[in-house]
């Protein structure tokens, strides 16, 4: 998905990405790529195979260049980890180690709350070929497991990352789980809705659709349902409107009452004409 705006400013911070003896530099891009969608920023490379800086890296991140320019490189994970005061391991397989497993959202809440007391956290991604070794994870407090398809739950490297850093920037996140989008129009008001009800109901009655008198009221009552279900805007009913009436011709309106003469004065009605010089008698 498309979703790149220079114009605004980038979200920055979290938990120490530190990624254990990667072996690709594509892999270190893609992960730069994942972390700055999720607003990482602290990456921290050990020991990575092909070196560092690394071209490959740089054109697989397509345009997470920040996150690449402020890498830190080091020669071992004990280093990587100094100024930390919580870690956490990722891995998908038992190690057979006394620890406490936390899912990436439950991992992501408690890093936030952490971080918020002023506690720096870090997250241990191992090589793409064999993951972290468990003298890697001993070193970690807490072991972040995801839960997927228990027959084929292995990650590639900017996956992992992407699958932790998507909770920890939804965990901080306000964005409501849903909402109607309605461009430049408004949402109608029930009194427009209500005059749409109407416009409908008057043509379909007009054209014998609802002829039964029996079923007219529940298919009234289904038709409204499903319009109210429709959240429709201001344009929308517009639109409805212009259908209907394109469908059913212009709207019949009932002739306006012609007023009755007063006493004493004569009719409104226009004189019959004459036939042979004599008036013309009415029928």
């Not at 920040?66 to 998908?92: M, S």
């Not at 839960?147 to 998507?166: E, I, K, M, R, T």
Request: aromatic share 6%.
């Amino acid at each position: 998905m498309a979703g790149t705006d220079r114009r605004r400013t980038p979200q920055a911070g979290g938990p120490a990405i530190i990624l254990v003896e990667p072996q690709l530099g594509e892999n270190i891009g893609t992960t730069a790529r994942a972390m700055f969608n999720c607003g990482l920023t602290d990456l921290r490379l050990v020991k990575p195979r092909d070196g560092w800086p690394n071209e490959k890296a740089v054109a697989a991140a397509s345009g997470a260049d920040p996150v690449l320019e402020k890498a830190r490189v080091y020669a071992r994970v004990e280093d990587a980890i100094a100024g930390l005061r919580r870690l956490y391991a990722t891995t998908a397989r038992d190690r057979y180690m006394v620890k406490r497993i936390l899912t990436p959202r439950a991992g992501a809440a408690e890093i936030r709350a952490l971080m918020a007391q002023g506690e720096a956290c870090g997250i241990l991604f191992g090589p793409e070929r064999t993951g972290l070794l468990n003298e890697h994870i001993a070193l970690a407090d807490t072991v972040i497991s995801a839960p997927l398809n228990p027959a084929f739950s292995s990650l590639n490297l900017a996956q992992a990352v992407l699958v932790v850093g998507y909770e920890w920037f939804t965990a901080g996140d306000e964005t409501p789980p849903a909402r109607l989008v309605t461009g430049h129009s408004k949402p109608a008001t029930k009194e427009k809705l209500i005059r749409f009800f109407e416009h409908l109901e008057e043509e379909l009655d007009r054209n014998g659709f609802m002829r039964d008198p029996e079923k007219r009221p529940s298919m009234v009552r289904n038709l409204r349902n499903l319009f109210q279900r429709a959240q429709c805007t201001e344009q929308e009913l517009r639109t409805l409107h212009g259908v209907v009436t394109s469908f059913a011709g212009p709207r019949r309106r009932k002739p306006a009452a012609r007023p009755s003469p007063r006493p004493g004065t004569a009719s409104a009605e226009p004189a019959a004409p004459e036939r042979d010089g004599r008036p013309r008698r009415s029928s």
